[in-house]
């Protein structure tokens, strides 16, 4: 079994390796500079790509068990500049042209594509209820994430099983969202972000890995999948789980003006949301090891 996957040295990719490799997967990640991943599990290896082109990597893409393409520029590394849009859009796309290019090149064609989305493919919902069945937003990133999704979709018309995982945000001790939100909560000023009512979708990364190794193995899921943990909250209701795993208040409210000025349009990540439900997970049967935030908080920060 050999499993690749494009931007594989990120947060995602990394814990996903070492659910595959443990799982007897050979493991290959796909980095512009794979002399610099390290620390990767026993059965995992980095391997050069151009980001754009099967180039360096066509041959192991023959026989493979499955494509996961994770790549793409961060959304959270800076205030969104027309250039950092751009590399934000074009890298994802050109990622997915990559993975069809490979698919094609192949003698015998891998078995399935997990191709990445976001729950920014629905665009800000308020608290509103968001199943893989809701329409595509029409905000920035809408606008990468509905391409995004469709830049693999060729690899179904060479007769290759493809599902699409739409995350939520993802929580690990290790970046991404979470270390940064404990932030004011450790100086005693956490608390609503903007109105507060807005959904916060999130997802232990153990439940994102173990999805997409499940969504891997499992021959009759395709399409799209929300990646969410099945309990909604807000952001208010998430900030107050999590003053209370970190035994700190959570009434401090920061005003959506001041995000907004500070991070522009960027904010949108704070200040609007989505109540997704990972409907079609629930309804093959997925089974989450943390349902709750009380438990996925609790298991991280302990
Ligand atoms: N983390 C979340 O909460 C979350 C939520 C929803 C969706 N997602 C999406 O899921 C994917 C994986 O998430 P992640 O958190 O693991 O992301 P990440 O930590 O930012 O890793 C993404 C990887 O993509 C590669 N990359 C960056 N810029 C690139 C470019 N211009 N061209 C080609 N490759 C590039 C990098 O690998 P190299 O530098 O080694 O090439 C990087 O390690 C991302 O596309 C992200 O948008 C993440």
Known sequence: ????????????GRTLAAELAAAEHEVIILSRTPGRVSGLPAGARAVGWDGRSAEGWQDLADGATAIVNLAGESIAAGRWTAARKQRIADSRHQAGAAVVQAVAGATTSPQVVIQ??????????GDETITEDSAPGDDFLAQVCVPWETSTEEVERLGVRRAIIRTGIVLSRDGGALPQMMLPFRLFAGGPLGSGRQGFPWIHHADEVSAIRWLIEREDACGPFNLAAPETLTNAEFGRVLGRVMRRPAFMPTPGFALRLVLGELSTLLLDGQRQVPQRLLDHGFTFRFPTAEAALRDLLA
């Open 1 to 12: 079994m050999r499993t690749i996957i494009t931007g594989g040295s990120g947060l995602i």
């Open 116 to 125: 990445a989305s976001a729950v920014g493919y629905y665009g800000p919902r």
